[in-house]
């Protein structure tokens, strides 16, 4: 999230609307960035440490809070 908050700030719009684009590209099988705008997102991974990759995603899993937000 982190990275993606900070591409929206770089391209001066907000995360929803970022999203929107992304998801939007998506759905008709586009890529949805540039190849300039892919090296700014290499960069922000760089500063952010993000190593995750799109294979990553089957394997992710939400953690439950403890704080008795756990489904009954």
Same mark, same amino acid.
């Given at each position: 999230? #982190?990275?993606? #908050? +900070? @591409?929206?700030?770089? =391209? /001066?719009?907000?995360? &929803? /609307? *970022?999203?929107? $684009?992304?998801? *939007?590209?998506a759905f008709e099988g586009q890529?949805?960035?540039?190849? +300039?705008?892919?090296?700014?997102?290499d960069q922000l991974k760089r500063?952010? &440490? @993000?190593? @995750? =990759?799109? +294979? /990553?995603?089957?394997?992710?899993?939400?953690?439950?809070? #403890?704080? $008795?937000?756990?489904?009954?």
């Amino acid at each position: 999230m #982190k990275v993606l #908050k +900070a @591409l929206a700030e770089h =391209r /001066d719009m907000s995360l &929803g /609307d *970022l999203i929107e $684009g992304i998801v *939007l590209h998506a759905f008709e099988g586009q890529a949805p960035f540039s190849p +300039a705008t892919l090296e700014t997102i290499d960069q922000l991974k760089r500063i952010y &440490g @993000l190593e @995750l =990759r799109a +294979a /990553d995603s089957h394997r992710l899993t939400e953690m439950m809070e #403890k704080s $008795g937000d756990e489904p009954s």
